[in-house]
């Protein structure tokens, strides 16, 4: 998963003091999905020149021209919500933007980030993948989206979740999200 962290600027100095504050962070969420295929910033990201030269924690390289359009998938869908942030103590000052579809990633790019190390280079090695939080409280979130789920799709079947209860609100022009206020039970997730 690729996480972009965002801060608000505008109540802010630094990313820092929005994390602890309320209406701080902006999390988008873009899920990686292992294909033949990759995407055009990942292969300038993830080639061998500049993937070595980012091994450690802290280090730095700048890549001219980089455009972070081409980073997300090509959808307009998503699902947020207001949460917690990634690592401890884990406060509730981000909102969270997850895409529904994957960008892809080739089985080699994916070697080379579970190769990058979340320490310096005199320390253990530890590995960015497998990096996990500790679990934390739901507080009764609102999931709000614009996913249409009257739309039956090969990777959606209508199947998915038969018992899917919400109450919501459609609004339109100003505000195109389809807020859910409640979620009850899933039903059947067997595909």
């Not at 530890?126 to 979130?141: G, I, K, T, Y």
């Not at 979620?183 to 997730?189: C, E, K, Q, R, Y």
Request: charged share 15%; with cysteine; hydrophobic share 35%.
């Amino acid at each position: 998963m690729v996480q972009l962290i965002h801060y608000n600027h505008e109540l802010y100095t630094n990313v820092t003091e929005a994390a602890k504050s309320p209406n701080g962070l902006v999390v988008v969420s873009i899920f990686m999905k292992v294909s033949e295929s990759s995407n055009p910033f990942l292969n300038r990201m993830l080639n061998r020149d500049t993937i070595t030269r980012i091994t450690y924690k802290n280090d730095a390289y700048l890549l001219q021209g980089l455009n972070i359009e081409e980073l997300y998938p090509e959808t307009s869908s998503f699902i947020t919500y207001d949460g917690s942030m990634t690592i401890p103590p884990c406060y509730e000052t981000a909102s969270w933007i997850i895409m529904n579809k994957p960008v892809y990633i080739t089985r080699m790019q994916m070697h080379s980030l579970r190769l990058l190390s979340q320490n310096q280079p005199s320390q253990i090695f530890l590995s960015m993948s497998d990096n996990f939080r500790p679990v934390q409280p739901l507080n009764n979130r609102c999931i709000r989206t614009n996913i249409n789920f009257s739309l039956q799709g090969k990777d959606c079947p209508n199947n998915r979740a038969q018992k899917l209860q919400y109450r919501g609100t459609f609004y339109l022009q100003d505000n195109p999200f389809f807020t859910y206020t409640e979620l009850f039970s899933l039903g059947n997730l067997s595909t």
